[in-house]
């Protein structure tokens, strides 16, 4: 060790994969045999408090059907922050964060014809589900009633129960069924966000039908809000940004809003009354929904996309019975509905806006995400993680 240098703390649970004498470390991706995995360097936590330090990953060697993506740019979510920092409930660490992935194909498995190397392609929330309930059979495999496989901190079945390892990384391998096609004409590292935050907001909208002259209200202007409010618009609505705030009215007009209200002042809440179709409401601290309903017009509706940890205020009943309203949860999207958002922010020109990272910049990057201070997602350029180290820490 030398003087003065920066000591990385020691890893909770190093992990020898199982057949090392099959990895060897990517920096001649050329000379790997066809059964090789790749090490690759990431960023995670070892500990709930670690903070994110340089890791090594062990990925597998691209199986028949599967899709080895090398990853350009990871989108940074308010989810990444809480599972790292195992505020969600106990954690296996090492832990890689990261479900907005965007990169190139390296290699592909012997049974993959529709992914080639070089195509450019995502991943987002899940890598896999059970592929056989009702939910996965119609393409809704973020319901998957067995339990989908999240991108990362998630036992993976099909892989020997190891814990999925996330997109801060400079690889990952994924089945085909759970990559898509990212558009060439868009930026790859305004893209990210797209795959988590961009689906997110998009299933409720299409759920709802929004189209041309319909009016959509969206509740909190953060990751998932700014896109509410960009791909309504693209969508043809009238859109209504309700925010705490004052200081939040011009970046909303800015994105596109043609009317902001400040959801606190009573008498603009009022005057809002019986305006909207659909709200998508996507703060994740309790807040009182009472007063949201009473904008909505009769048969309108309202998504809540964010999961507080503590409990709501009550929802009053004749608020919804009065006016036919409808109180709608909606998760992400399903994989083809994720290309469809895609192809969609393609055709419109539909972008997140971003901060890109370095990967020494990511523990301020949390620290001002938990802040709210970021306009509005952070992306992590992967070219800027360490090389990884001669043996994989997991
Ligand atoms: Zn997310
Ligand atoms: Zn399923």
């Known amino acids: 060790m030398t003087p003065g240098r920066p000591v990385p703390p020691p890893l909770a649970h190093a992990v020898t ?9 990517a920096r001649d991706p050329a000379s790997r045999s066809a059964r090789t995995g790749l090490l690759a360097a990431a960023y995670g936590a070892v500990s709930s408090d670690s903070g994110l330090v340089p890791l090594t990953l062990a990925r597998r060697a691209p199986k028949e059907d599967d899709v080895e993506i090398a990853i350009e740019f990871c989108g940074l979510c308010h989810s990444d922050v809480h599972a790292t920092r195992g505020e969600w409930g106990a954690q296996s660490y090492p832990l890689v964060p990261g479900h907005e992935i965007v990169g190139r194909v390296s290699r592909v498995g012997s049974a993959v014809d529709d992914f080639a190397p070089g195509d450019l392609v995502g991943v987002g929330c899940m890598v ?3 592929r056989e309930c009702e939910s996965c059979l119609e393409g809704l495999e973020q319901y998957c009633e067995n339990g989908m496989t999240g991108t990362y901190g998630a036992k993976d079945a099909r892989n020997a129960g190891s814990v999925t390892q996330g997109g801060y990384s400079s690889s990952v391998v994924v089945d085909r069924r759970y990559v898509v096609r990212v558009p060439e004409s868009l930026d790859p590292a305004a893209v990210a ?8 907001t998009f299933s409720p909208l299409r759920r709802f039908d929004v189209e041309d002259g319909d009016v959509v209200g969206v509740v909190g202007l953060g990751g998932l809000g ?9 969508m043809g609505a009238r859109v209504v940004v309700f925010t705490t705030s004052e200081s939040k009215v011009p970046a909303a007009l800015e994105l596109g809003a043609d009317e ?4 606190r002042d009573e008498d603009a809440m009022a005057a809002a009354d019986r305006s909207i179709d659909v709200i998508i409401d996507t703060v994740a601290a309790p807040h009182n929904l009472n007063p949201f309903f009473r904008t909505l017009r009769r048969d309108g509706a309202l998504f809540q996309l964010g999961l507080p940890s503590e409990a ?5 009943p004749g608020a919804l019975i009065r006016r036919r309203i409808s109180y709608a949860g909606s998760l992400i999207g399903g994989i083809a509905e994720t290309q469809e958002m895609l192809d969609f922010c393609a055709e419109h020109g539909v972008a997140a806006d971003i901060e890109v990272v370095r990967a020494d910049q990511l523990n301020e990057a949390y620290d001002r995400m938990v802040a709210g201070d970021v306009k509005y997602r952070f992306v992590l350029d992967t070219s800027t993680l360490q090389a990884p180290a001669e043996e994989a820490d997991a």
């Open 193 to 200: 966000p797209l795959l988590c935050a961009g689906v997110t």
């Open 260 to 263: 902001v209200v400040l959801s």
């Open 128 to 130: 896999d589900s059970c």
């Open 17 to 25: 994969p199982a057949d090392d004498h099959d990895l060897e470390i």
């Open 226 to 234: 700014h896109m509410a409010v960009k791909l309504a618009k693209a």
């Open 312 to 316: 709501m205020p009550p929802v009053n």
